[in-house]
């Protein structure tokens, strides 16, 4: 099948497939649109089963990169990388080197930075020989402190400030007010259980790894549920911070909450849950707007910045979220399709007369 049958192909600007020889290196990189700015998302590493698979994953990624970046009003667009292969035993330092000259070789088209099967390390190699890496470097955290560029502490504060403004906006609640059930005790939820536990909140939290939430539970006196009675929880919101596809047709039934904000990735299963959640005034705050702080801080790294400016940045999630729910309010409309349009309106309009 060719690139343009895909059925994840969407226009894509561009699409490039490399190979070296010497290292083994495979890959593929996609650029969905720059009318905003050069195509930022991550590279990954992961042992497809085909090159097509390899393709529609880094379509679909790429794509999702542009409305991400179009709602964090970044003057950036959407782009992504793939490398078919195990990381666990087909990696080297060569490969990575490799991978840089062919990043390189796109002249900024495109910036890479880390996703699944890749480290800071890897990032450093690639960036030996090429100008368009983020995310392996940090001078500042948004509190002003040493950072090491891990993206999660930007994360989870865009999540907090993006939960808070959605809670104020639909239930009208304080956060000392408000109960708070989290899906994952990691770098992102943990953080996040911890800025909610500052505030007030009251939590419950749940985490396969139980010593996670055990931690969870001690730190900031969290009630602990099992990993399935999550969706039972009778919350304010719900919020995911482990795992996509979690809003879908067996748990929607079962959801308690009033709001649902989280960091994780592609939480409902099919965009038509978005309507399902619409239905039960259920408020849906869409998770690319809310988990948009990683590249939002790898933004600031790159540019002449400040922690502030960052913060303040990071604080206009805020701000996007209530837009959305007004939006969907007024219209009567899912918050998933308010979000995508508003996102289109921005990348369409933007160079779209020169
Ligand atoms: P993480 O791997 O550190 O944490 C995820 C946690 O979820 C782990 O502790 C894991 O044990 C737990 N988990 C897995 N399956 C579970 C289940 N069924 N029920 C309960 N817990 C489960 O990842 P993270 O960096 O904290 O990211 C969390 C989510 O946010 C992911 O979906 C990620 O894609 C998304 N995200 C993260 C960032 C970031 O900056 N780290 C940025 C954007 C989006």
Redesign the pocket.
């Known amino acids: 099948m060719s690139v343009f049958n895909n059925p994840a192909f969407d226009e894509h600007e561009s699409v490039h497939y490399f190979t070296d020889q010497t290292t083994g290196l495979r890959a593929i990189i996609a650029v969905h649109n720059t009318r905003l700015g050069p195509g930022l998302g991550g590279c990954r590493m992961y042992p497809y089963a085909s090159s097509e698979d390899a393709l529609t994953d880094v379509l679909r990624l790429a794509k999702g990169m542009t409305y991400k970046a179009a709602m964090a009003n970044l003057p950036l667009g959407g782009g992504k990388a793939v490398i078919i292969g195990d990381p666990k035993i087909q990696k080297t330092d060569a490969m990575m080197r490799a991978m840089g000259q062919r990043v390189q070789l796109l002249r900024g088209e495109y910036i890479t930075a880390e996703d699944s099967g890749m480290s800071v390390h890897d990032l450093n190699l690639m960036a030996e020989q090429c100008d368009y890496v983020g995310g392996h470097f940090a001078h500042f955290n948004y509190l002003g402190e040493p950072a090491d560029g891990?993206?999660?502490p930007?994360?989870a504060y865009g999540v907090f400030v993006g939960l808070k403004e959605a809670v104020a906006y639909q239930l009208k609640k304080p956060l000392e007010q408000l109960h708070v059930a989290i899906?994952?005790?990691?770098?992102?939820?943990?953080r996040l259980a911890k800025l909610l536990s500052e505030a007030g909140t009251r939590l419950t939290v749940?985490?396969?790894?139980t010593e996670?939430s055990q931690r969870a539970a001690k730190a900031f006196n969290a009630t602990v549920v099992d990993?399935d009675d999550?969706y039972d929880v009778k919350a304010d919101v719900f919020a995911p911070?482990?795992?996509?596809a979690?809003i879908n047709d067996s748990t929607i039934e079962r959801l308690q909450c009033k709001v649902i904000a989280g960091?994780?990735?592609n939480q409902l299963e099919e965009e038509r849950h978005g309507r399902i959640l619409k239905q039960k005034g259920i408020a849906y705050a869409p998770d690319y707007i809310l988990?948009a702080?990683?590249i939002i801080d790898i933004h600031h790294q790159r540019i002449e910045s400040s922690p502030e400016k960052l913060k303040q940045h990071l604080e206009s999630i805020g701000n996007t979220v209530v837009q959305v729910l007004q939006r969907a309010d007024t219209n009567n409309l899912p918050t998933n399709l308010v979000a995508n349009a508003m996102a289109e309106e921005r990348f369409q309009q933007c160079g779209a007369s020169s």
């Not at 749940?206 to 790894?209: A, C, K």
């Not at 911070?241 to 996509?244: I, K, M, R, V």
Request: with cysteine.
């Open positions: 891990n993206p999660a930007a994360t899906q994952g005790m990691g770098h992102v939820g943990f749940t985490d396969i790894d996670l990993v999550i911070c482990a795992l996509g979690i960091a994780a990735n988990n702080g990683g």
